[in-house]
């Protein structure tokens, strides 16, 4: 059972909003991407210029640039480099190739790095606050089971990464949202100097300063009730399938010691029929069966990994969405925030061009101490005031218009989910 | 004159010559205190077929042959001033006539067992003598009242008396129906020490000593090898010290295997409240996958601890039975080599001194000792094989059948 079959069922079942039909390519063939001659084509040059990302969203399906796309990943190649610490090390390459269906742009083929699809799905996380991101694979190799160390290069290992990797990309590109960014794009075209294109959207000082935001706790006077629903159930949830995942891998290495020892049962059995007149012949097929049998436990615990592999998903996918949770909760906080601002400025403005005054306040103590203020100083108060308040409006009405659009994107990646959880069971 | 048991070596039970040429009468009748030849119920030539196919296979089907059948049950626990022993209850239905009844029900304690056994090496010591259970002397006084471990003790017993209740010639020996049919043998434990072996004429080195099970406790003495081992016992002899060793190592895996199944069974376990709470926390198809789920991990768990349960009540005593048996007859045949040798070592004596009639009379019982012995384990050896190859099928086929049914509980309904 390859996984991206199951990519390929769930794009064809996705919701109405993703129009285009996607194909998923195995591109297992060892002679291509290996010479050369693959090396990155001229940078394409990008169809639609920055984007305002993250406030006004257009809903409508504009065929935009990075729909109708094939992506397929391929060939993991080790290289060798230094990292940040400046010491040799070995890393694994993908072979990105992407190739646009409808025909007017020539397909690309880069060679991406693990470390840089982190950096992608970090810079969608900020830039794109209120979407969903898809899960990336795991970074090294956890909850691994009867192996004596967790090796990244273990070539099961690093095509289970491959794999993950495609889909994350194939969901990236499904995403109306996602797939305009022209960061997206130019990671599919751009194989030297993407980093620096990266770093200059400056998203990691939004990343920090939104990691400052969400880690201070703050209260929402008002939660909105389907939020707080989703956040309760990602928690639940996250709890459930991480327990679940080392319970499972115990169980697959108990399973797995309890088939192997039945292989001593082969062993002496086949020496005892040896000795055997009688009950040789029996003997020596009972040994045959017990070496069979203890042999067969590789094959299903393959297995138990793919399903591992897909709990694993459904943890990140909690995590997204619990991201998305929390940042909605900032977002409505901020909200309140500029309400309570906006009402006090309304209030003042009231004060101001009525003269009266209403609570106890700083300027009534003031004006019984030093008189009334004149009338062109109360009139430029006001016009001051009224400015304020009407950014604020706009602010305000802005933020209720996000606030608006969030709920249609996380039931499309909840909606997403399930299916891919309806079809990963069976 | 009809022998409850018959050795493999006699084609069919009604051919002429059959009980006639029986070496085991020949040589038993100086030891036993006497078949019992006359009534011995109906026993029609029908019946006999039915009991012993022309093929000449041991049909083990449970004691519905012969004419002593015993149980080992109920395990009571007693305590009394000095110590704590638990008691078996041993039933005996018998149709022999010197048995004086056809009932009688004894509680014994596991030295009046180790007394028996130990009689039985004492007159028949190239015989193979059903194994008892080993003494616990390691265990703590916990350990020894442990219901698993009381069970297990009676199913050996009751394994041990069935085995000798069967055998031809040590069923009839003078100990067993004091100890099956005396309400207290504690009397005839204290009296008939060492009287037995000396009125038949064992010599006393050749016995083991008493008390001991298996061969265990045999002298060093029987370190004696002869010269001229006849070639079938040199090959059981090399035969079975290669296959205890196996017996060993299979029971420990076997004994490993259910270890791990057990604690399997408890970490699925834990797996079935978490897919339940998953499935709460779902809906729609995903939820009844995951009922489903929950469902079939709680019906492994549940089907994983009856395999192991069947494992330790089948796969592993019967190893450990067969390890104990091949251990019986591994001192039977030292005991043959030793009574062999002694006679080997008479007859060079002979050789230098011809005319001592003393080394005369000792050569010629001694030719006439290892003859027999040499015919009771030749016919003991057989009847063991036989009785051996029925049981390990037994075993291995209720293995074999323990993990299919594993699989059919298992399976979706």
């Known amino acids: 059972m390859r996984r991206t079959s199951a990519g390929h069922a769930r794009g064809s079942a996705a919701p109405a909003v993703h129009t285009t039909r996607k194909r998923i390519e195995e591109c297992t063939d060892p002679a291509l991407g290996v010479d050369d001659g693959r090396a990155s084509r001229p940078e394409e040059k990008q169809a639609v210029g920055v984007q305002n990302t993250g406030i006004l969203i257009d809903l409508q399906d504009d065929g935009a640039c990075l729909r109708g796309v094939e992506i397929s990943i391929s060939d993991p190649e080790k290289r060798q480099g230094s990292n940040a610490v400046n010491m040799r090390e070995l890393f694994t390459v993908y072979l990105v190739e992407a190739r646009f269906v409808d025909g007017d742009r020539e397909p690309t083929s880069v060679w991406r790095r693990y470390s840089e699809f982190e950096v992608l799905r970090n810079y969608l996380l900020v830039t794109h606050p209120y979407v969903v991101i898809p899960p990336l694979p795991e970074k090294r190799a956890e909850f691994v089971w009867h192996k004596l160390s967790a090796d990244n290069m273990d070539p099961d290992f690093v095509e289970r990464r491959r794999v993950g990797l495609e889909t994350f990309l194939l969901r990236v590109i499904e995403h109306l949202q996602l ?51 989703l956040k309760c159930y990602c928690d639940e949830l996250h709890t459930i399938i991480s327990q679940l995942l080392k319970v499972q891998m115990r169980v697959a290495d108990r399973l797995y010691g309890i088939y192997k020892i039945h292989a001593n049962y082969g062993r002496v059995f086949s020496e005892w029929s040896a000795i055997e007149k009688d009950m040789g012949d029996g003997l020596q097929s009972a040994g045959h069966h017990m070496d069979v049998y203890a042999v067969s436990i590789d094959d299903m615990l393959e297995e138990e990994e793919h399903y591992a592999d897909h709990l694993k998903e459904f943890l990140y996918y909690t995590e997204s969405l619990r991201s998305v949770c929390s940042k909605h909760e900032l977002l409505q906080y901020e909200l309140e925030q500029l309400q309570y601002a906006l009402l006090a400025k309304k209030q003042q403005r009231e004060e101001l061009s009525t003269g009266m005054v209403r609570m106890f306040s700083l300027k009534g103590v003031t004006s019984k101490l030093f008189g009334q203020e004149t009338a062109e100083q109360r009139q430029s108060k006001l016009q001051l005031v009224d400015k304020q308040i009407a950014e604020d409006e706009r602010c305000v009405s802005a933020k209720q218009q996000e606030n608006r659009c969030e709920p249609h994107w996380i039931m499309d990646c909840e909606v997403d989910i399930v299916k891919y959880g309806g079809g990963s069971e069976c | 004159m009809l022998a409850p048991g018959l050795s493999e070596a006699v084609s069919h039970p009604l051919a002429q010559d059959a009980f006639s040429d029986s070496e085991d009468a020949i040589c038993d009748d100086s030891s036993a205190t006497g078949y019992d030849t006359g009534e011995r119920g109906p026993v029609s030539p029908a019946s006999l077929l039915n009991r012993f196919p022309p093929g000449g296979t041991w049909e083990e089907e449970g004691e519905d042959r012969g004419d002593l059948f015993v149980r080992v049950e109920e395990p009571e626990k007693h305590v009394t001033a000095m110590e704590t022993y ?328």
Request: one cysteine or more; proline letters at 4%; aromatic letters at 8%.
């Open chain 1, 179 to 229: 797939s305009r960014d022209p960061i997206v794009s130019s990671f599919l075209s751009q194989e030297n100097g993407w980093k620096e294109t990266v770093n200059n959207t400056e998203f990691q000082a939004k990343a920090d300063s939104l990691l400052k935001s969400l880690s201070a706790t703050f209260r929402v006077k008002n939660p909105d009730k389907r939020f707080v629903e």
């Open chain 2, 86 to 413: 638990i008691t078996y209850q041993v039933a005996t239905q018998t149709t022999r006539q010197e048995f004086g009844g056809s009932d009688f029900t004894v509680r014994r304690r596991y030295q009046d067992f180790a007394w028996l056994h130990g009689k039985l090496e004492a007159t028949h010591p190239t015989h193979i003598i059903p194994p008892l259970p080993e003494k616990q002397v390691m265990r703590g006084v916990l350990e020894r009242f442990a219901a698993a471990f009381v069970e297990s003790r009676r199913r050996a017993l009751h394994r041990f008396l069935s085995h000798l209740s069967r055998h031809p010639t040590l069923s009839f020996h003078p100990a067993l129906q004091p100890f099956l049919t005396l309400p207290d043998l504690s009397e005839q434990r204290r009296t008939s020490g060492g009287l037995l072996g000396r009125v038949l004429g064992t010599p006393n080195w050749l016995v083991g000593s008493t008390g001991s099970c298996g061969g265990v406790g045999t002298s060093q003495v029987l370190g004696i090898r002869p010269k001229n081992t006849p070639v079938e016992f040199a090959v059981n002899a090399t035969y079975l010290s290669s296959l205890a060793p196996k017996l060993t190592t299979l029971e420990r895996v076997a004994q490993r295997v259910t270890k791990e199944q057990i604690e399997l069974a408890t970490e699925l376990g834990e797996l079935v409240p978490l897919y339940a709470a998953w499935w709460k926390l779902e809906g729609g198809d995903l939820g009844v996958c995951l009922h489903g789920l929950s469902g079939g991990l709680a019906r492994c768990q549940a089907a994983l601890l009856q395999v192991a349960t069947a494992n330790e009540d089948g796969i592993i005593p019967s190893f450990h039975h067969h390890g104990l048996y091949t251990t019986a007859a591994q001192a039977a045949l030292r005991r043959r080599d030793a009574l062999q040798a002694e006679l080997e070592n008479k007859e060079e004596q002979l050789a230098t001194s011809p005319h001592n009639n003393q080394l005369v009379i000792a050569v010629e019982s001694l030719s006439d000792s290892v003859t027999c012995a040499d015919a009771s384990l030749r016919a003991d050896w057989q009847r063991w094989r036989g009785q051996q190859r029925c049981e390990s099928r037994l075993a291995l086929a209720g293995l074999a059948h323990s993990q299919l049914l594993y699989y059919q509980q298992v399976r979706l309904q």
